[in-house]
């Protein structure tokens, strides 16, 4: 089964400012997806990013970037121009490609508290 | 498009009771999965329905249970309530294929 870890259970980030999420993974496969989500105290879970690892280019919306490294199964969020609303819990979920043994299940991590100070 | 809706948002039971938790698609979307969230555990995959066929199924006792309806919409059921399935359930829904999931604003199961 594959697993994701996010070693960081807590971050703080002033506004403006850029932070950086980590995550890594543990899978055989060569092909899937990486996510993040975003989950703010309403609870609603939000999508943020979206990555192919069959694409060598790393994933960008606005604000929010990832670094991708497929080797080293690294998928990092990088969130710049930080703002109060970005303050959520933050999730890395791994996704298989296909519908093999674990389907279109996420496996998700263990989440990051994002804190952002004015 | 309306998103996911989830029904009901609150719920409060005691232990011994079964529970229904129903789930509303993205219009044309035909897969729902359902998710469990707690502290201790974190997010775990319950169970994905696809065309009302159960497609995967997590770890979890078969007390929990679900179904799909034709139009898409989706229940899930926890039989005999466990203090321990005091949990967020969220429901998430997807078009197909490799399309990814949008997540419904989730049911707050307390168990008594």
């Known amino acids: 089964a594959q697993t994701v870890t996010q070693s960081q259970p807590e971050m703080s980030v002033q506004e403006a400012e850029t932070v950086t999420l980590s995550c890594t993974y543990d899978?055989?496969?060569?092909?899937?997806?990486l996510f993040w989500y975003k989950q703010p105290p309403s609870r609603q879970m939000i999508l943020v990013i979206r990555?192919?690892?069959?694409?060598?280019q790393n994933a960008t919306e606005n604000r929010f970037s990832v670094n991708f490294q497929k080797a080293a199964k690294s998928f990092s969020l990088k969130i710049s121009d930080s703002q109060l609303g970005d303050a959520a819990m933050y999730f890395c979920?791994?996704?298989?490609f296909g519908s093999g043994n674990s389907g279109y299940a996420l496996n998700f991590g263990k989440g990051t508290s994002l804190l952002v100070t004015p | 498009k309306a998103g996911v809706t989830q029904t009901p948002r609150y719920l409060i039971k005691t232990r011994g009771q079964q529970v229904t938790l129903s789930c509303s698609p993205i219009?044309?979307?035909?897969?729902v999965s359902w998710y469990q969230q707690t502290p201790g555990q974190g997010l775990q995959f319950l169970f994905e329905y696809f065309s009302e066929t159960q497609r995967n199924k997590g770890n979890f006792p078969g007390r929990f249970s679900g179904r799909q309806f034709s139009n898409s919409r989706s229940e899930m059921n926890v039989s005999t309530l466990e203090l321990g399935d005091s949990a967020l359930y969220l429901c998430?829904?997807?078009?197909?294929?490799?399309?990814?999931?949008?997540f419904g604003p989730g049911t707050r199961l307390t168990v008594l």
């Open positions: 990555q192919e690892a069959y694409k060598q």
């Open positions: 899978t055989s496969e060569s092909d899937y997806y």
């Open positions: 219009s044309g979307h035909r897969s």
């Open positions: 979920a791994y996704r298989s």
């Open positions: 998430a829904s997807r078009h197909g294929g490799a399309d990814t999931q949008y």
